[in-house]
Nanobody
Framework: QVQLVESGGGLVQAGGSLRLSCTASGLTFSSYCMGWFRQAPGKEREFVAAISWNAISTYSADFVKGRFTISRDNAKNTLYLQMNSLKPEDTAVYYC???????????????WGQGTPVTVSS
């Protein structure tokens, strides 16, 4: 079955950096668009960033532009999210997502990871 396994979350001080990874199995990773979403306590899940199957196209939410970078390594079946200049409001559970088209909306997601928590202290 399809598995998306996130890692790299944790506790970091404001201004710090983290790199999230998502390793995929059970699907042809190089054929899927991939993305990251996040969900803070008491809030709806929201789009963070997405990348096309061939990494030519990327799209990011306005609130992370200039701070977060999405990338992928199809040879390693792995998706990344480099997060710099972290803010307390970035605190959330971060989810990896896969879909046939650019996964900028939750309705476009075919598969979800289990999530990795990120906590940014002030």
């Amino acid at each position: 079955q399809v598995q998306l396994v996130e890692s790299g979350g944790g506790l970091v001080q404001a201004g710090g950096s983290l790199r999230l990874s998502c390793t995929a199995s059970g699907l042809t990773f190089s054929s899927y668009c991939m993305g990251w979403f996040r969900q803070a306590p008491g809030k709806e899940r929201e789009f963070v960033a997405a990348i096309s199957w061939n990494a030519i196209s990327t799209y990011s939410a306005d609130f992370v532009k200039g701070r977060f970078t999405i990338s992928r390594d199809n040879a390693k079946n792995t998706l990344y999210l480099q997060m710099n200049s972290l803010k307390p409001e970035d605190t959330a559970v971060y989810y990896c997502a896969a879909g046939d088209t650019m996964v900028v909306f939750t309705r476009r997601v075919d598969y979800w990871g289990q999530g990795t928590p990120v906590t940014v202290s002030s």
